[in-house]
């Protein structure tokens, strides 16, 4: 397990708190998200324990029914999907 300190450093208007992490986990070779990728969360007593959240659509191409997997969301805002069964790439 790598380690660093991170800090909650900006609270928006809406309530939403921002994680700060240092560079040197994130560009860990280990390090398991990817910029913009969608996360669970969820807090025990002094721990957040980040999750990949996977979500799954009809794939654009081959119209399998939860063949597309969520791998982040662009800074536009859209969902950026893989299909794991015809392997094509597409934006939502
Ligand atoms: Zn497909």
């Not at 721990?47 to 982040?72: H, N, Y």
Request: aromatic share 12%.
């Amino acid at each position: 397990m790598q380690k660093a300190r991170g800090r909650f450093q900006i609270r928006r208007s809406d309530g939403a708190w921002f994680l700060f992490l240092p560079k040197r986990l994130t560009e860990d070779s280990g390090f398991p998200f990817e910029k913009g990728e969608r996360v669970k969360v969820a807090f025990s007593e002094d721990a957040l324990i980040a999750r990949k959240f996977i979500q799954r659509i009809q794939c654009s191409f081959c119209l399998a029914d939860d063949a597309a997997k969520l791998v982040r969301t662009n800074l536009d805002g859209t969902a950026h999907y893989i299909c794991e069964k015809c392997d094509e790439e597409f934006d939502e």
